[in-house]
Protein backbone atom coordinates (compact mmCIF):
# COMPACT_ATOMS: atom_id res chain seq x y z
CA UNK A 1 0.00 0.00 0.00
CA UNK A 2 1.31 3.57 -0.99
CA UNK A 3 1.90 5.36 2.09
CA UNK A 4 0.30 8.35 1.02
CA UNK A 5 -3.15 6.28 0.48
CA UNK A 6 -2.96 4.98 4.02
CA UNK A 7 -2.42 7.88 5.30
CA UNK A 8 -5.59 9.32 3.49
CA UNK A 9 -7.36 6.55 5.31
CA UNK A 10 -6.04 6.31 8.21
CA UNK A 11 -7.08 10.11 8.64
CA UNK A 12 -10.42 9.93 7.72
CA UNK A 13 -13.11 10.84 10.13
CA UNK A 14 -20.15 -16.43 0.60
CA UNK A 15 -21.24 -14.26 -1.62
CA UNK A 16 -23.98 -12.42 0.25
CA UNK A 17 -23.96 -8.80 1.56
CA UNK A 18 -21.08 -7.36 4.28
CA UNK A 19 -22.87 -6.65 7.81
CA UNK A 20 -24.86 -3.82 8.21
CA UNK A 21 -23.00 -0.97 9.81
CA UNK A 22 -22.78 2.70 10.72
CA UNK A 23 -22.14 6.18 9.05
CA UNK A 24 -18.48 6.21 9.99
CA UNK A 25 -17.68 2.46 8.79
CA UNK A 26 -19.14 3.54 5.67
CA UNK A 27 -16.86 6.67 5.35
CA UNK A 28 -13.91 4.04 6.25
CA UNK A 29 -15.12 1.12 3.86
CA UNK A 30 -15.66 3.74 0.66
CA UNK A 31 -12.13 5.42 1.47
CA UNK A 32 -10.46 2.14 1.46
CA UNK A 33 -12.26 -0.52 -0.95
CA UNK A 34 -14.21 1.58 -3.23
CA UNK A 35 -16.95 -0.16 -4.70
CA UNK A 36 -14.87 -3.62 -4.37
CA UNK A 37 -17.88 -6.00 -2.78
CA UNK A 38 -17.23 -7.48 0.73
CA UNK A 39 -18.19 -10.11 1.00
CA UNK A 40 -19.67 -11.74 4.56
CA UNK A 41 -17.14 -13.01 6.50
CA UNK A 42 -18.68 -14.89 9.65
CA UNK A 43 -16.82 -18.43 8.50
CA UNK A 44 -13.39 -16.61 7.34
CA UNK A 45 -12.68 -14.60 10.62
CA UNK A 46 -13.17 -15.07 14.20
CA UNK A 47 -12.61 -12.39 16.41
CA UNK A 48 -11.73 -12.29 20.15
CA UNK A 49 -12.30 -9.16 21.84
CA UNK A 50 -13.71 -8.02 25.24
CA UNK A 51 -17.09 -6.87 25.60
CA UNK A 52 -16.17 -4.25 27.46
CA UNK A 53 -12.58 -2.75 28.06
CA UNK A 54 -11.09 -3.62 30.98
CA UNK A 55 -8.19 -0.96 30.23
CA UNK A 56 -9.33 1.36 27.23
CA UNK A 57 -5.64 2.71 26.57
CA UNK A 58 -4.51 -1.22 26.52
CA UNK A 59 -7.19 -3.57 24.97
CA UNK A 60 -6.17 -7.38 23.76
CA UNK A 61 -7.89 -7.62 20.05
CA UNK A 62 -7.09 -10.51 18.60
CA UNK A 63 -8.52 -12.92 15.27
CA UNK A 64 -8.33 -16.02 13.34
CA UNK A 65 -8.61 -15.69 9.85
CA UNK A 66 -8.93 -19.05 7.78
CA UNK A 67 -9.07 -19.13 3.94
CA UNK A 68 -11.59 -20.20 1.72
CA UNK A 69 -10.36 -23.51 -0.07
CA UNK A 70 -8.25 -22.91 -2.69
CA UNK A 71 -7.37 -19.25 -1.37
CA UNK A 72 -4.72 -17.92 1.01
CA UNK A 73 -4.61 -14.75 3.52
CA UNK A 74 -2.95 -11.85 1.84
CA UNK A 75 -4.03 -9.07 4.19
CA UNK A 76 -5.75 -7.88 7.28
CA UNK A 77 -7.11 -5.06 8.53
CA UNK A 78 -8.18 -3.89 11.55
CA UNK A 79 -10.86 -0.95 12.06
CA UNK A 80 -11.82 0.70 15.14
CA UNK A 81 -14.72 2.59 13.76
CA UNK A 82 -15.12 5.38 16.14
CA UNK A 83 -11.14 5.86 17.11
CA UNK A 84 -9.60 8.92 15.76
CA UNK A 85 -7.74 6.66 13.55
CA UNK A 86 -10.01 4.18 12.59
CA UNK A 87 -7.81 2.13 10.42
CA UNK A 88 -6.03 0.75 13.57
CA UNK A 89 -3.55 -2.48 12.18
CA UNK A 90 -2.87 -3.76 8.53
CA UNK A 91 -1.00 -6.82 8.37
CA UNK A 92 0.71 -6.83 4.73
CA UNK A 93 2.23 -11.17 3.75
CA UNK A 94 4.96 -11.03 2.18
CA UNK A 95 3.62 -14.54 0.87
CA UNK A 96 0.03 -15.27 1.12
CA UNK A 97 -0.91 -18.00 3.85
CA UNK A 98 -3.75 -20.92 4.48
CA UNK A 99 -4.58 -19.07 7.73
CA UNK A 100 -2.86 -16.39 10.07
CA UNK A 101 -3.42 -15.69 13.22
CA UNK A 102 -2.65 -12.08 15.12
CA UNK A 103 -3.13 -10.45 18.56
CA UNK A 104 -2.29 -6.55 19.03
CA UNK A 105 -2.69 -3.75 21.99
CA UNK A 106 -4.74 -1.05 21.05
CA UNK A 107 -6.62 2.28 22.64
CA UNK A 108 -10.15 1.87 22.01
CA UNK A 109 -11.48 5.69 22.58
CA UNK A 110 -14.51 5.09 23.31
CA UNK A 111 -17.64 2.43 22.50
CA UNK A 112 -17.50 1.39 18.47
CA UNK A 113 -17.91 -0.87 16.67
CA UNK A 114 -14.93 -2.90 15.27
CA UNK A 115 -14.74 -4.62 11.28
CA UNK A 116 -11.94 -7.03 10.46
CA UNK A 117 -11.12 -7.46 7.10
CA UNK A 118 -9.51 -10.20 5.23
CA UNK A 119 -8.28 -9.48 2.04
CA UNK A 120 -6.68 -13.24 0.16
CA UNK A 121 -5.00 -13.75 -3.03
CA UNK A 122 -7.81 -14.34 -5.37
CA UNK A 123 -9.29 -10.76 -4.57
CA UNK A 124 -11.68 -11.44 -2.94
CA UNK A 125 -12.44 -9.43 0.35
CA UNK A 126 -14.13 -10.37 3.52
CA UNK A 127 -15.42 -8.59 6.69
CA UNK A 128 -16.76 -9.25 9.74
CA UNK A 129 -17.41 -7.12 12.96
CA UNK A 130 -18.48 -7.21 16.79
CA UNK A 131 -19.00 -3.98 19.43
CA UNK A 132 -16.53 -3.20 21.59
CA UNK A 133 -18.07 -1.36 24.90
CA UNK A 134 -15.16 1.04 27.20
CA UNK A 135 -15.05 1.95 30.39
CA UNK A 136 -15.19 5.79 29.46
CA UNK A 137 -11.69 6.49 29.86
CA UNK A 138 -11.14 8.36 26.73
CA UNK A 139 -8.15 6.35 25.65
CA UNK A 140 -6.59 8.14 23.01
CA UNK A 141 -6.05 11.69 25.20
CA UNK A 142 -5.36 9.76 28.53
CA UNK A 143 -1.87 10.89 30.14
CA UNK A 144 1.41 8.42 29.15
CA UNK A 145 1.83 5.83 31.82
CA UNK A 146 5.54 6.37 31.55
CA UNK A 147 7.63 8.76 32.27
CA UNK A 148 8.30 10.75 29.22
CA UNK A 149 12.23 10.79 29.70
CA UNK A 150 12.54 6.93 30.61
CA UNK A 151 10.46 6.53 27.88
CA UNK A 152 12.61 8.08 25.38
CA UNK A 153 15.84 6.31 26.94
CA UNK A 154 14.06 3.20 26.24
CA UNK A 155 12.48 3.97 22.97
CA UNK A 156 13.01 0.84 20.56
CA UNK A 157 13.66 -1.80 22.56
CA UNK A 158 12.01 -5.32 21.55
CA UNK A 159 11.38 -8.60 23.06
CA UNK A 160 11.03 -11.35 20.75
CA UNK A 161 8.88 -14.75 22.38
CA UNK A 162 7.74 -18.11 20.80
CA UNK A 163 5.28 -20.35 22.54
CA UNK A 164 4.51 -23.57 21.11
CA UNK A 165 0.74 -23.58 20.64
CA UNK A 166 -1.54 -20.70 19.55
CA UNK A 167 -4.67 -19.92 21.46
CA UNK A 168 -8.24 -20.85 20.89
CA UNK A 169 -7.44 -23.50 18.37
CA UNK A 170 -9.90 -26.24 18.24
CA UNK A 171 -10.52 -29.36 16.02
CA UNK A 172 -11.63 -29.91 12.36
CA UNK A 173 -9.92 -27.97 9.36
CA UNK A 174 -8.79 -24.97 11.72
CA UNK A 175 -6.77 -27.21 13.69
CA UNK A 176 -5.01 -28.71 10.28
CA UNK A 177 -4.32 -25.69 9.19
CA UNK A 178 -2.26 -24.29 12.57
CA UNK A 179 -0.96 -27.45 13.05
CA UNK A 180 2.66 -26.19 11.55
CA UNK A 181 2.02 -23.11 13.33
CA UNK A 182 3.83 -21.28 16.63
CA UNK A 183 2.64 -17.97 18.01
CA UNK A 184 5.28 -15.34 18.40
CA UNK A 185 5.34 -12.51 20.47
CA UNK A 186 7.01 -9.01 19.90
CA UNK A 187 6.99 -6.59 22.80
CA UNK A 188 8.01 -2.81 21.76
CA UNK A 189 9.14 -0.30 23.97
CA UNK A 190 7.49 2.88 22.76
CA UNK A 191 5.35 5.34 23.73
CA UNK A 192 3.07 5.41 21.54
CA UNK A 193 1.85 9.25 21.94
CA UNK A 194 -1.33 10.20 20.00
CA UNK A 195 -1.00 13.94 19.64
CA UNK A 196 -4.03 14.25 21.94
CA UNK A 197 -2.45 13.67 25.11
CA UNK A 198 -1.45 16.43 27.57
CA UNK A 199 1.72 16.71 29.42
CA UNK A 200 0.55 17.05 32.78
CA UNK A 201 3.06 19.52 34.11
CA UNK A 202 3.15 21.80 30.81
CA UNK A 203 0.01 21.51 29.96
CA UNK A 204 1.10 21.16 26.01
CA UNK A 205 -0.11 18.70 23.77
CA UNK A 206 2.51 16.26 23.35
CA UNK A 207 3.24 15.91 19.49
CA UNK A 208 2.28 12.83 17.73
CA UNK A 209 5.15 9.64 17.57
CA UNK A 210 3.96 6.10 17.16
CA UNK A 211 5.07 2.62 15.60
CA UNK A 212 4.61 3.51 11.81
CA UNK A 213 5.81 0.05 10.68
CA UNK A 214 7.17 -3.26 11.89
CA UNK A 215 8.52 -5.75 9.38
CA UNK A 216 8.64 -9.28 10.56
CA UNK A 217 11.45 -11.21 8.26
CA UNK A 218 11.72 -15.30 8.86
CA UNK A 219 15.20 -17.42 8.00
CA UNK A 220 15.87 -13.97 6.23
CA UNK A 221 12.72 -13.72 3.67
CA UNK A 222 9.91 -11.13 4.19
CA UNK A 223 7.03 -12.95 5.88
CA UNK A 224 4.45 -9.90 7.73
CA UNK A 225 4.75 -6.01 7.63
CA UNK A 226 2.46 -4.37 10.24
CA UNK A 227 1.08 -0.74 9.66
CA UNK A 228 0.42 1.08 12.78
CA UNK A 229 -1.12 4.13 14.07
CA UNK A 230 -2.16 5.99 17.23
CA UNK A 231 -4.32 2.88 17.55
CA UNK A 232 -2.05 1.17 19.42
CA UNK A 233 -1.69 1.54 23.00
CA UNK A 234 1.90 2.56 24.50
CA UNK A 235 4.56 0.16 24.94
CA UNK A 236 2.28 -2.21 22.38
CA UNK A 237 2.60 -5.70 22.35
CA UNK A 238 2.10 -8.20 19.01
CA UNK A 239 1.15 -11.25 18.68
CA UNK A 240 1.11 -13.30 15.26
CA UNK A 241 1.20 -16.58 14.04
CA UNK A 242 4.28 -18.09 12.48
CA UNK A 243 5.30 -20.96 10.84
CA UNK A 244 6.81 -23.85 13.19
CA UNK A 245 9.94 -24.60 11.46
CA UNK A 246 10.87 -21.15 11.74
CA UNK A 247 14.75 -20.59 12.87
CA UNK A 248 15.90 -17.37 12.56
CA UNK A 249 13.81 -13.79 13.24
CA UNK A 250 14.58 -10.57 12.18
CA UNK A 251 12.29 -7.69 13.53
CA UNK A 252 12.54 -3.40 12.00
CA UNK A 253 10.43 -1.24 14.17
CA UNK A 254 10.65 2.65 12.32
CA UNK A 255 7.96 4.87 14.06
CA UNK A 256 6.97 8.75 12.77
CA UNK A 257 10.13 10.51 13.66
CA UNK A 258 11.94 8.09 11.41
CA UNK A 259 13.62 6.88 14.76
CA UNK A 260 14.38 2.92 13.05
CA UNK A 261 15.59 -0.22 15.62
CA UNK A 262 16.00 -3.89 14.78
CA UNK A 263 16.04 -7.38 16.95
CA UNK A 264 17.06 -10.61 15.83
CA UNK A 265 16.39 -13.64 17.32
CA UNK A 266 17.66 -17.16 16.75
CA UNK A 267 14.27 -19.76 17.99
CA UNK A 268 16.12 -23.09 18.36
CA UNK A 269 14.46 -25.58 19.86
CA UNK A 270 11.25 -24.90 17.55
Known amino acids: MKKSFLIAAL ?17 VKEQLYGDRMLLNGNRVIAID ?16 VVA ?19 VSAVFELAEPQPSFY ?3 TLRVNGPTP ?12 FVTETFVKTSGQGACSAPPGTDPELALASLGRMDIAVASTLPGVDTGRLSSLTAGLNRMDVDISHPSHSGMQMDQISLLFIPMRYVENVEIDLDGKG ?10 SENPRVG ?5 RTQEVDVTM ?14 AGF
Open 240 to 244: LSVPS
Open 49 to 64: APYRTFDDARTDIAAQ
Open 11 to 27: LCAMAQPALASNEAWEA
Open 254 to 267: TDTDGTQSKAHKKL
Open 102 to 104: FDV
Open 223 to 232: YVELTGSISL
Open 114 to 125: MHVIAETNDGRV
Open 68 to 86: PEGAKVAKVTVVLDENPMP
